[in-house]
């Protein structure tokens, strides 16, 4: 299974783009790199999955350079309501037992009015 | 749709007792799991089932048993409670298919205290 690194905490003030960097050196072929946000007394809630590259979405970037052994999730303009801890998980249903997709301990963001 | 339901929403034991945390999902579903969260923790994978009648454990499944006898549910079972289990517990549900990842979808957890 591949192992995430990624800060304990980030602080950033309103209005600012954050930008929260996973390290996985040992990514395999099939994995896909994705990113949830936990709440307080939450489960966690997806935000963005992606392969290669940059993927985009509504909420959220996710940049992912060619060797892939890192990524970079960027949330832009955050707001109060975007405190909370991301998780960065590495990983795919690849058989031969590997149908499991592991957390880390995630970055806590805390967004400072 | 509504989603991944968990029962109960929190739960008192004492040592030794045994219960079940229920899950159901709605939206069929082939891949489910059971995480357990400890305080300013990360989520460990307990275990986890790719379709009816298929489960497997994760990374820490001692003290714990599952089965999955529909496509909709995915019980926990614990079998004789410790303060060590104390613990919120959350289920997911994705899509399953070999060399994809999909989004899970997360239950509100279950609140366990073992006394």
């Known amino acids: 299974l591949a192992k995430t690194t990624q800060p304990i905490s980030m602080d950033s003030y309103e209005g600012q783009e954050v930008n929260i960097t996973c390290s996985h050196n040992?990514?395999?072929?099939?994995?896909?790199i994705t990113w949830y946000q936990q709440f307080p007394s939450q489960g966690p809630r997806f935000i963005i999955q992606?392969?290669?590259t940059k993927v985009t979405n509504e909420v959220a970037s996710l940049f992912i350079p060619a060797d892939r052994k890192s990524s970079t999730l960027s949330l832009p303009r955050v707001s109060l309501s975007d405190t909370a801890v991301y998780y960065c998980?590495?990983?795919?249903?690849?058989?031969?037992?590997?149908?499991?997709?592991?957390f880390g301990k995630g970055t806590k963001l805390s967004v400072i009015p | 749709n509504a989603g991944v339901t968990q029962t109960p929403k929190f739960q008192v034991l004492k040592t030794g007792q045994s219960m079940t945390l229920q899950c159901a999902q709605d939206?069929?579903?082939?891949?489910m799991s059971w995480y357990r969260q400890d305080p300013g923790m990360g989520l460990r994978l307990i275990h986890y089932?790719?379709?009816?009648?298929?489960?497997d454990q994760g990374e820490v499944p001692n003290g714990y048993n599952v089965s999955r006898s529909t496509t909709e549910d995915f019980p926990l079972r614990l079998l004789s409670a410790a303060p060590s289990q104390t613990s919120v517990y959350f289920c997911?549900?994705?899509?399953?298919?070999?060399?994809?990842?999909?989004?899970?979808?997360f239950g509100p957890g279950t609140r366990l205290t073992v006394t």
């Open positions: 089932s790719v379709g009816a009648g298929i489960t």
């Open positions: 939206m069929n579903h082939e891949y």
């Open positions: 992606g392969y290669k």
């Open positions: 040992n990514i395999a072929t099939n994995d896909y």
């Open positions: 998980l590495v990983g795919s249903y690849s058989g031969a037992g590997s149908y499991q997709l592991t």
């Open positions: 997911a549900s994705s899509y399953f298919a070999q060399g994809k990842s999909y989004e899970q979808y």
